[in-house]
């Protein structure tokens, strides 16, 4: 029956993100990047781009870290949730998807503030009759 599976996956998506980084496998992604640098998939250059790739997806997970307790929790569970959909996973996806979700929030604050700050109020006007 599909209800049950879809109540199942719906149930999943809403569960709230636990409050720290979560540990992603990047190895499928940084062997599909290696793999795209190198001439062959035979090239020796491979091993070593998989192993850079995986020393920064390592150093951005840190910085996550660093930085997890600055989002909201809303954005960690909608960029989190993204990034592990589809099967290959990246600190770096899930970094750049928190920082625009953070950006956009802010610029659309900024927006409302300036726009409350310059809307002209009705107090003070009158009308005339002609």
Partial sequence: MILPAALALGAQLAMPVADSVPRLNVDQVCEGIAQQGGVTFHDPAVAQEKKNCLESEQAIREELVKQWSSFS????????????????????????????????????????????????????RSRSKQ
Avoid: F
Wanted: charged share 25%.
């Fill in 73 to 124: 929790s809303a954005d960690k569970t909608a960029c989190t949730n993204e990034s592990e959909m589809g099967g290959e996973s990246s600190y770096t996806e899930l970094l750049t998807c928190l920082e625009m979700a953070r950006d956009v929030r802010k610029m659309h604050s900024e927006t409302q503030d300036a726009s409350a700050a310059t809307a002209p109020t009705s107090r003070g």
